[in-house]
């Protein structure tokens, strides 16, 4: 019997709800058509009331916003339309007296172009700062034409190199997301020591920890090699093979946990795109030796795309491939990892857009059937602002000057210089950047159903525009509702996910650290498994039609449902059996609570 669900196994980092806030959308107070720190302050007892235990803050810094403030030009300091010092510290008493934890974005891979570092970096080859940053002579090819130093392609834009010439010095320096983003060079010691610096100064203001943005890209193969060519049909290439997961990434990481981190009873995740082999994922995060708590990695959000293309692509997915990638995920634990479990975040389209139907017929239920696979799954949940509303992509009737995201114009921009008006080409791309562009998850909070959906004053114009659908979806109707219990027929989606935290918490010992096993043989479009702990005597099923047909699913012989917990429709209502073949409703989700039979 596995014994992965032991007591000494608990953390409080296991167990709480994390609620990402992406401020500029989350609440104006001030009045300016931008959030900011006060306007979560003021939101945190809806926060608390759903059963969120720590804010994580996309970044609040000094920034000249080229990528949304992931562009830092001061660490210690606020972004002034954000609010200052004092209205941070005022929202971290705030939060302590609810209980409750904040964790800072640590962006240190890279600066904004306008952080005094990059400026002095910039300013002469003799710099002090000069090797803060990564420069390299530019190449010439045969016809003597200026060229970068190798073929990478910029992440954020990948018809343009990820290196930016700077004529002053006639050099280049190394940028993997955008010109405004010069890498740090972290072979520096100084470079890391300021990060170091930067850390403490966050817990020492009270951030119980951090969650670390590409941070398995700080150590780069030194030789700068040209990438392979996957691309042919573009100039630059994808680099990841010699820019992530580098030599010296562990020790880098082992270095903070030594300096700084290992000093605070602390959170920490780091963000890992392109880390795929499972050794490496659990040599960063395994109890005691490795470097995190846990990593965010990207198989889930790569189910649609196709590898070939790039972020603006699209594939349909299946559940068969949802059914392995989610197993890996879940395997960690029982390697001594732990997995986060996160559906959407800023940089991605709206989960019941992406996963399910948003049409007013289905969007309830596939934002249901979506909360009752994270909520009972293992790992640490993390939720993303307006994902326990159910909130939607941008309406497709939108133009593309809608979209604010430096991605998605520089996608627009490049599409536009290579095809006409009204081709194909444009209609594609039109509706590639519906689908994919991280705009999408960033229109501001619809708090209630007044014009500007309550996110900023009535006649202030916010600064990206508010879904058109903010009189049907938004907080203030979703909360007067009230409390949920699993008899009401209609519970919409903030009090669906209030209620299942609410059973996440009660069956800790299954849900948030039990065993996950697959349910193996059902339907193509059921995804089913079924959690289990040493510690309790009952296992739990969670049982999901990801699809919009009806299905059927054959109750295994071995459980006997004792209880339906939670459900995307009204579950007692619909009396749905307890052995035998149920018939699951369009994007229906069932977690039911079972006894196994000996021997079954
Ligand atoms: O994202 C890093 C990242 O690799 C992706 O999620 C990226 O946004 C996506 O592949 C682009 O299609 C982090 C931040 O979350 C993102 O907002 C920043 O733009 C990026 O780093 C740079 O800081």
């Not at 904040?102 to 306008?114: A, C, F, G, K």
Request: proline residues 5%.
């Amino acid at each position: 019997m596995s014994d992965s669900c032991l007591k000494g196994d608990k953390r409080w980092w296991k167990e709480v709800v994390i609620y990402q806030v992406y401020p500029a959308s989350f609440k104006d107070d001030n009045g300016d058509g931008l959030g900011d720190i006060n306007g979560i302050t003021a939101k945190l007892d809806y926060l608390s009331e759903l059963g969120v235990n720590v804010l994580w803050l996309s970044p609040i810094f000094e920034s000249p916003q080229k990528d949304m403030g992931y562009d830092i030009s001061n660490y210690l300091e606020i972004h002034p339309p954000f609010g200052t010092m004092e209205d941070v510290e005022r929202l971290i008493d705030e939060l302590k007296k609810r209980d409750m934890k904040v964790i800072m974005d640590l962006v240190v891979n890279h600066t904004s172009s306008e952080h005094p570092w990059f400026i002095d970096s910039a300013f002469s080859k003799k710099s002090d700062r000069r090797d803060w940053y990564i420069w390299r002579a530019p190449k010439y090819d045969k016809e003597g034409n200026r060229q970068p130093p190798n073929n990478w392609a910029s992440i954020l834009d990948d018809s343009e190199s990820a290196w930016t010439y700077h004529p002053e010095t006639d050099e280049y320096y190394l940028s993997l997301f955008s010109p405004f983003q010069p890498d740090l060079n972290w072979e520096n010691p100084r470079v890391r020591t300021e990060v170091h610096e930067i850390a403490r100064f966050w817990l020492e203001k009270g951030a119980s920890g951090f969650r670390m943005d590409v941070i398995n890209l700080i150590s780069k193969d030194q030789r700068f090699p040209d990438a392979d060519v996957t691309h042919p049909h573009k100039k630059y290439q994808p680099g990841d093979k010699y820019y992530a997961n580098g030599a010296r990434l562990f020790d880098y990481l082992q270095e903070m946990k030594r300096v700084v981190l290992s000093k605070y009873d602390i959170l920490t995740v780091g963000e890992m795109p392109f880390m795929e082999d499972e050794q490496q994922r659990l040599e960063m995060i395994k109890a005691e030796e490795g470097c995190l708590n846990m990593i965010f990695t990207f198989e889930t959000m790569g189910l649609d795309s196709v590898p070939e293309e790039g972020r603006f692509s699209f594939k349909p997915w299946s559940v068969a491939e949802l059914r392995q990638v989610i197993k890996k995920n879940q395997s960690m634990k029982s390697q001594k990892g732990w997995a986060s479990l996160f559906c959407e975040n800023h940089d991605q389209p709206r989960s019941v857009s992406r996963w399910c139907d948003d049409s007013d017929a289905y969007r309830v239920a596939g934002t249901k059937l979506l909360c009752m696979n994270q909520v009972t799954l293992t790992g640490t949940l993390y939720i993303y602002q307006g994902e326990e509303l159910g909130m939607r992509n941008i309406p497709a009737r939108w133009g593309p000057e809608e979209y604010k995201d430096i991605e998605s114009v520089s996608y627009w921009k490049y599409i536009c210089s290579r095809y006409a008006d009204g081709s194909p080409q444009r209609e594609r791309a039109k509706d590639l950047l519906r689908r994919k562009a991280r705009d999408n998850a960033r229109t501001p909070i619809q708090w209630d159903s007044t014009s500007n959906g309550g996110f900023c004053p009535p006649g202030v114009k916010p600064w990206m525009r508010v879904n058109d659908d903010y009189r049907t979806v938004n907080a203030a109707s979703q909360t007067s509702a009230g409390k949920a219990n699993e008899r009401s027929a209609i519970v919409p989606p903030y009090r669906f996910w209030q209620r299942a935290l609410e059973v996440r918490r009660q069956c800790a010992n299954l849900f948030i650290y039990g065993d996950f096993e697959l349910i193996e043989d059902t339907h193509p479009s059921v995804f089913a498994f079924q959690k289990s702990c040493h510690l309790e005597s009952d296992v739990s099923i969670t049982v999901l039609n990801c699809s919009g047909k009806e299905a059927e699913f054959k109750i295994p012989a071995k459980y006997q449902v004792e209880s339906w917990l939670l459900g995307s429709y009204d579950v007692l209502s619909l009396e749905k059996a307890k052995k035998g073949t149920i018939l699951l409703l369009p994007w229906e989700g069932l977690v039911g609570l079972c006894k196994t039979r000996q021997g079954a």
